[in-house]
């Protein structure tokens, strides 16, 4: 069975930094695309940070320049790396994996992590 762990959430002062991980763990084959989304409260569901498996990267416009998205192909391990976090950062955040298992070609998610940027 495919697990996604997500670590690295937390509070911290605005313009603080904060890592996020999440390690895949089951029987993969193969692990394409990894992304992060986050949700925070009376918003939509939003993707943060994409990477494929080449390591090109994009983000979305609000975190450009703050945010950093990174691969370990051997670790099965996709980090955000955030830096001058800001209040309006605050959010669960939640990484998705695109892969090849038994169940064939499909998105797995982990189950989320709470960032809070707050004095």
């Known amino acids: 069975q495919v697990q996604l762990v997500e670590s690295g959430g937390g509070l911290v002062q605005p313009g603080g930094s904060l890592r996020l991980s999440c390690a895949a763990s089951?029987?993969?084959?193969?692990?394409?695309?990894m992304a992060w989304y986050r949700q925070a409260p009376r918003k939509q569901h939003e993707l943060v940070a994409w990477?494929?498996?080449?390591?090109?990267?994009t983000y979305v416009e609000s975190v450009k320049g703050r945010f950093t998205i990174s691969r370990d192909n051997a670790q099965k391990t996709v980090y955000l790396q955030m830096d001058s976090l800001k209040p309006e950062d605050t959010a669960v955040y939640y990484c998705?994996?695109?892969?090849?298992?038994?169940?064939?070609?499909?998105?797995?998610w982990g189950q989320g992590t709470q960032v809070t940027v707050s004095s």
């Open positions: 998705k994996m695109s892969m090849t298992t038994n169940d064939g070609l499909r998105d797995y």
């Open positions: 089951g029987n993969i084959f193969n692990i394409y695309d």
């Open positions: 990477i494929n498996r080449g390591g090109s990267t």
